[in-house]
């Protein structure tokens, strides 16, 4: 049986987040960060269809909120891709939940902005941070927020 190293909990307010595990530097990162799971799962599976492409080994663990607290999730990566699509649930979707389209450029618009945060060296936000990331994500269309993490990432190597 293949033992995997222990994924660290992200740091922060619970929210979904996929950690890859890279066996050559023996550390964990964030892959994919969302309030929603969609988005996350879909990342993760592209992820690891293109890695395993590649020929790269995947470890990856799932993180997401349960109850108000963090919580791991099991990822059946060892012998498939992570199906964009979340199992189903067996109560009903909240309502406060988008279409899987709009979670899923959501998540991406969350994810160029953090990204780009933390090209500019900011890596130990807050959560008045997040809620303003958020904010930005729910209001700017995909163009702006490129060129919003363009300007942050250009911000970081000068």
Do not use: C
């Not at 979670?103 to 303003?132: N, S």
């Amino acid at each position: 049986m293949e033992t995997r190293p222990e994924s660290p909990q992200p740091q922060g307010a619970p929210r979904w987040v996929a950690m890859l595990y890279r066996p050559a530097t023996n550390s964990w990162r964030a892959a994919a960060e969302s309030p929603h799971r969609p988005p996350v799962l879909y990342a993760l599976g592209e992820m690891t269809q293109t890695l395993r492409a590649r020929g790269d080994e995947i470890t990856v663990a799932l993180w997401g909120p349960k109850d108000g607290a963090w919580h791991l999730f099991d990822t059946p990566l060892t012998t498939q891709p992570v199906s964009p699509q979340p199992a189903p649930a067996p109560a009903a979707e909240s309502p406060g939940e988008p279409a899987p389209l709009a979670a899923r450029m959501t998540g991406r618009r969350h994810q160029v902005l953090m990204a780009a945060l933390g090209k500019a060296g900011l890596y130990d936000l807050t959560p008045e941070d997040d809620t303003t990331v958020q904010a930005l994500v729910e209001r700017l269309d995909e163009p702006a927020v490129r060129r919003v993490a363009h300007w942050l990432a250009t911000a970081g190597t000068g």
